[in-house]
């Protein structure tokens, strides 16, 4: 079972706003799960990562909410902008002998309206 | 910049041919990853390698066979190649240990005609 799921498949949000993407696992022993952006033509790039051991962890705008006993976790983007516009992945993985393997979620397609 | 380097950029090919993806890691990273982008697919991990050895595999088709370097680039081949194998191919490049953050390249545009 190495499925995480994503929602919603695409979101628009008024500049300003509050963006909020879930995602949900169903493998336990995940202990990574990081968010990537991905722009239109580029390669996806870390936004923020947490792990179980905390339950929530805040860069700047950018927020990654957990719940480990619901196996959930969410990004939330305050004050968004016309530049968070962008394809947004979770993912997760398990450590283990050096080996990283990233699962990742279907993407969320972000609009925000200027 | 990631820093991670991938070439072609883009590449046409026809069915049946056999392609060469490239990738350079970050400076100092010994760790290669492999994923494949496709529309109804999505994001989907292909292969590992650490420090030139295979490491973890995921649902690479036996058509497809990859390789680290001395130097630590890598490639990615594709043989025998079909419609369906037309996609984003993105290399991503970690550090020493295995939690590290994961940088990936610009990605290679292969489509099979």
């Known amino acids: 079972q190495q499925q995480v799921k994503q929602s919603p498949q695409s979101l628009i949000v008024q500049k300003g706003g509050i963006s909020i993407i879930n995602c949900a696992y169903e493998n336990t022993a995940f202990d990574y799960f990081p968010w990537y952006q991905q722009f239109p033509g580029k390669g996806p790039a870390l936004l923020i990562a947490i792990r179980p051991d905390v339950s929530e962890k805040k860069e700047g705008r950018f927020t990654i909410s957990f719940n480990k006993s619901a196996k959930q976790f969410s990004l939330h983007i305050m004050d968004s902008q016309p530049g968070d516009s962008a394809t947004y992945f979770c993912?997760?993985?398990?450590?283990?002998?050096?080996?990283?393997?990233?699962?990742f979620g279907q993407g969320t397609r972000l609009t925000i309206n200027p | 910049d990631s820093g991670v380097t991938q070439t072609p950029k883009h590449l046409i090919t026809a069915t049946g041919q056999r392609v060469t993806l490239r990738c350079s890691p970050r400076s100092g990273d010994l760790s290669v990853y492999w994923y494949q982008q496709s529309l109804d697919q999505g994001l989907q991990f292909l292969i590992q390698?650490?420090?030139?050895?295979?490491?973890a595999k995921g649902n690479i088709l036996e058509r497809f066979s990859a390789q680290q370097f001395p130097d630590l680039h890598s490639e990615l081949n594709l043989s025998s190649l079909e419609l369906g194998d037309s996609a984003l191919y993105f290399c991503a490049s970690s550090g020493r240990t295995g939690g590290d953050t994961q940088y990936f390249g610009p990605g290679t545009r292969l489509t099979v005609l």
């Open positions: 993912a997760a993985s398990k450590a283990g002998q050096g080996a990283q393997k990233l699962v």
């Open positions: 390698y650490y420090n030139g050895e295979e490491r």
